[in-house]
């Protein structure tokens, strides 16, 4: 299991050729309170850079865009009715959408960990 970063505070958790997709503990801290997510369709087909969804907050709402290419295959519908997860748990039970990659060398250019929070001091 491999998780990479975008320098748009987004994680994808990648198990095989499925990614698990969400904001980080740092955007969500930007964010605040997170009264709402907007969650993509399953069986939407993305492009890297695309807009997945939107996370809507107390302070401002947030375009969520997806890592990389894919089709996604499952949203985290608990967040309907408790958007407040991705506060709680941002990587766990707060995350948004499971994508299956289409393109996987599209990870080699997203950030490691050491180089996410380099970004974020």
Request: glycine share 10%; net charge negative.
């Amino acid at each position: 299991m491999t998780t990479k970063y975008t320098t748009d505070h987004e994680y994808i958790r990648v198990e095989g050729a499925t990614g698990t997709v969400g904001i980080t503990l740092y955007a969500q801290e930007q964010l605040g309170d997170i009264v709402f997510v907007e969650l993509p369709s399953v069986g939407k087909v993305m492009k890297k850079g695309d807009e997945a969804a939107v996370v809507e907050s107390v302070k401002a709402a947030s375009e969520i865009y997806s890592p990389v290419s894919g089709t996604v295959t499952e949203i985290n519908t608990a967040l309907n009715g408790e958007p407040g997860l991705v506060n709680q748990d941002p990587h766990d039970g707060g995350w948004i959408f499971k994508i299956q990659l289409s393109t996987p060398t599209e990870l080699d250019g997203l950030l490691g960990e050491a180089d996410y929070a380099e970004l974020t001091k």
